[in-house]
Nanobody, 126 residues
Framework: QVQLVESGGGLVQAGDSLRLSCSAS????????MAWFRQAPGKDRRIVAL????????HYADSVKGRFTISRDNAKNTVYLQMNSLKPEDTAVYYC???????????????????WGQGTQVTVSS
Protein backbone atom coordinates (compact mmCIF):
# COMPACT_ATOMS: atom_id res chain seq x y z
CA GLN A 1 0.00 0.00 0.00
CA VAL A 2 0.95 3.60 -0.47
CA GLN A 3 0.68 6.35 2.12
CA LEU A 4 -0.01 9.90 0.93
CA VAL A 5 0.73 13.18 2.72
CA GLU A 6 -0.30 16.58 1.37
CA SER A 7 1.39 19.88 2.15
CA GLY A 8 1.50 23.44 0.91
CA GLY A 9 -1.94 24.73 1.79
CA GLY A 10 -2.53 28.06 3.44
CA LEU A 11 -4.33 31.40 3.48
CA VAL A 12 -3.81 33.57 0.41
CA GLN A 13 -5.50 36.48 -1.33
CA ALA A 14 -7.42 36.30 -4.56
CA GLY A 15 -5.04 36.29 -7.51
CA ASP A 16 -2.21 34.66 -5.57
CA SER A 17 -0.58 31.32 -6.27
CA LEU A 18 0.07 28.19 -4.21
CA ARG A 19 1.76 24.90 -4.93
CA LEU A 20 0.47 21.80 -3.20
CA SER A 21 2.61 18.70 -2.84
CA CYS A 22 1.61 15.11 -2.22
CA SER A 23 4.41 12.86 -1.01
CA ALA A 24 4.06 9.10 -1.30
CA SER A 25 5.70 6.41 0.78
CA UNK A 26 5.38 2.67 1.06
CA UNK A 27 5.35 1.95 -2.65
CA UNK A 28 6.74 3.62 -5.73
CA UNK A 29 4.50 6.38 -7.03
CA UNK A 30 4.83 5.17 -10.61
CA UNK A 31 2.50 2.30 -9.72
CA UNK A 32 -0.40 4.73 -9.40
CA UNK A 33 -2.49 7.14 -11.36
CA MET A 34 -2.99 10.19 -9.18
CA ALA A 35 -5.53 12.93 -8.71
CA TRP A 36 -6.34 15.99 -6.67
CA PHE A 37 -9.83 16.45 -5.24
CA ARG A 38 -11.26 19.24 -3.16
CA GLN A 39 -14.12 19.54 -0.73
CA ALA A 40 -15.68 22.80 0.36
CA PRO A 41 -17.82 22.99 3.53
CA GLY A 42 -21.21 21.39 2.95
CA LYS A 43 -20.31 20.16 -0.51
CA ASP A 44 -19.28 16.87 -2.06
CA ARG A 45 -15.68 15.98 -2.75
CA ARG A 46 -14.99 16.84 -6.39
CA ILE A 47 -12.25 16.17 -8.87
CA VAL A 48 -9.79 18.98 -9.58
CA ALA A 49 -7.18 17.28 -11.77
CA LEU A 50 -5.79 13.85 -12.57
CA UNK A 51 -2.58 12.56 -14.08
CA UNK A 52 -1.63 9.31 -15.71
CA UNK A 53 1.10 7.25 -14.02
CA UNK A 54 3.90 8.50 -16.28
CA UNK A 55 2.59 12.06 -16.50
CA UNK A 56 1.86 11.74 -20.21
CA UNK A 57 -1.83 12.57 -19.84
CA UNK A 58 -3.72 14.98 -17.62
CA HIS A 59 -7.29 16.14 -17.19
CA TYR A 60 -8.78 19.14 -15.39
CA ALA A 61 -12.13 20.20 -14.08
CA ASP A 62 -13.55 23.05 -16.14
CA SER A 63 -13.47 25.33 -13.10
CA VAL A 64 -9.67 25.18 -12.85
CA LYS A 65 -8.65 24.69 -16.46
CA GLY A 66 -6.00 27.21 -17.47
CA ARG A 67 -5.24 28.16 -13.85
CA PHE A 68 -4.11 24.89 -12.23
CA THR A 69 -1.42 22.46 -13.37
CA ILE A 70 -0.95 18.92 -12.10
CA SER A 71 2.46 17.30 -12.44
CA ARG A 72 4.45 14.49 -10.92
CA ASP A 73 8.03 13.53 -10.24
CA ASN A 74 8.10 9.77 -9.84
CA ALA A 75 11.78 9.84 -8.87
CA LYS A 76 10.81 12.01 -5.89
CA ASN A 77 7.58 10.12 -5.25
CA THR A 78 5.70 13.40 -5.34
CA VAL A 79 2.68 14.84 -7.13
CA TYR A 80 2.15 18.58 -7.38
CA LEU A 81 -0.74 20.94 -7.96
CA GLN A 82 0.31 24.41 -9.06
CA MET A 83 -2.57 26.80 -8.47
CA ASN A 84 -2.46 30.23 -10.07
CA SER A 85 -4.96 33.10 -10.15
CA LEU A 86 -6.71 31.73 -7.10
CA LYS A 87 -10.31 32.72 -6.45
CA PRO A 88 -12.39 32.67 -3.26
CA GLU A 89 -14.40 29.80 -4.72
CA ASP A 90 -11.21 27.70 -4.72
CA THR A 91 -11.40 27.62 -0.92
CA ALA A 92 -11.59 23.99 0.19
CA VAL A 93 -9.70 21.11 1.71
CA TYR A 94 -7.55 19.61 -1.03
CA TYR A 95 -6.86 15.88 -1.09
CA CYS A 96 -4.54 13.80 -3.20
CA UNK A 97 -5.68 10.34 -4.17
CA UNK A 98 -4.23 7.33 -5.95
CA UNK A 99 -5.41 4.25 -7.78
CA UNK A 100 -3.46 1.37 -9.24
CA UNK A 101 -2.35 2.13 -12.76
CA UNK A 102 -3.57 -1.26 -13.99
CA UNK A 103 -7.13 0.03 -13.48
CA UNK A 104 -6.61 2.81 -16.00
CA UNK A 105 -5.92 6.47 -15.32
CA UNK A 106 -9.15 8.26 -16.22
CA UNK A 107 -11.37 8.22 -13.17
CA UNK A 108 -13.39 11.20 -11.94
CA UNK A 109 -15.24 9.91 -8.89
CA UNK A 110 -13.85 9.68 -5.35
CA UNK A 111 -15.06 6.10 -5.05
CA UNK A 112 -12.71 5.09 -7.86
CA UNK A 113 -9.63 5.89 -5.79
CA UNK A 114 -8.20 3.58 -3.17
CA UNK A 115 -5.66 5.73 -1.37
CA TRP A 116 -6.08 9.16 0.17
CA GLY A 117 -4.08 11.73 2.03
CA GLN A 118 -5.36 13.60 5.06
CA GLY A 119 -6.00 16.82 3.16
CA THR A 120 -4.61 20.34 3.28
CA GLN A 121 -6.68 23.50 3.72
CA VAL A 122 -6.58 26.20 1.08
CA THR A 123 -8.34 29.45 1.92
CA VAL A 124 -8.57 32.29 -0.59
CA SER A 125 -9.72 35.66 0.69
CA SER A 126 -11.32 38.27 -1.53
Amino acid sequence: QVQLVESGGGLVQAGDSLRLSCSASGRTLSSYSMAWFRQAPGKDRRIVALIQWSGASTHYADSVKGRFTISRDNAKNTVYLQMNSLKPEDTAVYYCAGRSRVRGWFALGPAEYDYWGQGTQVTVSS
